[in-house]
């Protein structure tokens, strides 16, 4: 598997709060700059979407692919690719944690992405893009969710 690149933010909201708004997969064309379809294929047990198809249409990157999600309650949410067609292998995470000094209601958000492109391309320059995608989805959720105005 590729290098895994992470990053972190603080959302104004509680962790179930955050992790609706992530599980929210039709909302994301009306939040995300870059997704422009997010249909839920299959549920799982826990409601859940369990797999989900994207059209992505970032500029110059375009792609149709479908991730399988594994939920942990409101603590974490894994991914994997399991079809695409610019993608090779994508493997993410979202790991929510209540941020205790600010009181409640504030939610420490650590997201991780590897991506292996069909298309080889330099470390260096997969790892700035891999940093940009998780900088603008970071600032996109906490936008979304202290929008909705849910602590």
Known sequence: MPEESTQSIVIDADPAHVMAVIADFPSYPVWTGSVKSAQVLEDGPDGRARRVAFVLDAGIIRDQYELVYDWDGDRRVEWQLTAGQMMR????????????PGGPGRTHVT???????????????????????MDTALKELKRRVEALGVR
């Open 89 to 100: 292998a994508q493997h993410g995470s979202y790991e929510l944690r209540p941020e205790e």
């Open 111 to 133: 997201y991780s992405l590897s991506v292996e492109l069909v298309i080889p391309i330099l470390g260096l320059l997969k790892r700035k893009a891999e940093r940009v995608v």
